[in-house]
């Protein structure tokens, strides 16, 4: 069961979209909707953003959305704000009641 | 809402167990349909999931960390616990509780606390 793949990092210009992949296998991003997406500022704790692939809980902005091809999940940021700024981690179902994240993405406000 | 409260020794000595307890506030550990989980994070690190226990008692864990892991409940304290064998440096770390509606995501998180192994 290895982390899924993230880049470590992402930027844009604030008002800019960027996108972070999530890849993993057949065995887990691909097989199942499933995926979800967190955010992390430093020294706090993770806030769920995104749910079972595309799902956003009550008070998360719109802004924040998320889809899936193939093994791969993404999570796209619209409208990036300087509030955006921070490390970003996607979990996913890998069969047998287990999960695994990914390796995490820094994403930068310029 | 549901609010988390890690609470544990802080530092633990190679080969030694360690126990972290986490409070449950604004909700029951013994709620139909919650799963209540653990996850951890290494410094300068990324997330681990170590495993979840569900309201009706069933656990699952991290295939790595199987073997050394145990997750309980005490509904009188309305607590879940977590317990972690034969530590090594590789087990220091933040570790937070979590819960949620699926054990596929967790929508209430503890502030985590910080362990470190060491002698």
């Known amino acids: ?40 500022h430093p020294g706090k704790a993770p806030k769920l953003m995104i749910y079972e692939g595309y799902k956003r809980p ?15 999940a993404s999570l ?11 490390d970003y981690y996607c979990c996913s179902y ?9 390796t995490g993405t820094k994403v930068t406000v310029l | ?41 290494p410094p300068g690190k990324g997330l681990e999931w170590i495993g979840y226990l569900y309201y009706s008692g069933t656990t699952n864990y991290n295939p790595s960390l199987k073997s050394r892991v145990t997750i309980s409940v005490d509904s009188s304290k309305n607590q879940f616990s977590l317990r972690l064998t034969s530590v090594t440096a590789a087990d220091t770390a933040v570790y937070y509780c ?3 509606y699926s054990s596929s995501w967790y929508a209430y998180w503890g502030q985590g606390t910080p362990i470190t192994v060491s002698s």
């Open chain 1, 76 to 86: 796209t940021i619209s409208g990036l704000q300087a509030e955006d700024e921070a």
């Open chain 1, 1 to 40: 069961q290895s982390a899924l793949t993230q880049p470590a990092s992402v930027s844009g210009s604030p008002g800019q979209s960027i996108t972070i992949s999530c890849t993993g296998t057949s065995s887990d991003v691909g097989s199942y909707n499933l995926v979800s997406w967190y955010q992390q």
């Open chain 2, 1 to 41: 809402q549901v609010q988390l409260q890690e609470s544990g020794p802080g530092l633990v000595k190679p080969s030694e167990t360690l126990s972290l307890t986490c409070t449950v506030s604004g909700g029951s550990v013994s709620s139909n349909g919650y799963y209540w989980g653990w996850i951890r994070q």
């Open chain 1, 94 to 102: 890998a069969g047998s009641s287990t999960y695994v994240f990914g």
């Open chain 1, 58 to 72: 009550s008070g998360v902005s719109n802004r924040f959305s998320g889809s899936k091809s193939g093994n791969t």
């Open chain 2, 98 to 100: 979590a819960s949620g």
